[in-house]
């Protein structure tokens, strides 16, 4: 299992930092502050071994329910994957190496994460 506590961007986030004006790079800069916290969570865990296809579950603890469970999972597991590609836990993040994702959510208003297992491909 892969925890991760670095807060993430949902996808609504996402879209208003693309559209802004004058600052179009604010959504890189960032994602990129969040991928490197990220990068060293990762580095702090033992690397999983990867099958591929790859099929995850993630298990989304959110601190209240605020926002769409669509929106935390989609801007959040773009960056999650994209991440584990940079660090090199995968080789990439296509059809080749992500099988199938099921997402699952609860609250946790302490300690808010995503919890990342793996499981083989069937």
Not at 19 to 39: D, P, S, T, V
Not at 84 to 106: H, Q, R
Request: hydrophobic share 40%.
């Amino acid at each position: 299992m892969i925890i991760i506590r670095t807060p993430l961007l949902d996808l609504n986030t996402i879209i208003a930092l693309r559209g802004q004006r004058g600052h179009g790079f604010a959504y890189g800069r960032a994602k990129k502050a969040i991928q490197e916290a990220i990068y060293w969570e990762l580095k702090a865990q033992i690397k999983p071994k990867f099958n591929q296809p790859q099929d995850f579950i993630f298990h989304w603890y959110c601190k209240n329910k605020k926002k769409d469970k669509d929106n935390i999972s989609s801007g959040g597991r773009k960056l999650l994957l994209d991440t584990m590609v940079m660090a090199k836990w995968l080789p990439n993040d296509g059809w080749t190496e992500i099988g199938d994702w099921e997402d699952e959510f609860s609250i946790d208003k302490d300690d808010p994460r995503v919890e990342i297992v793996l499981v083989d491909h069937i």
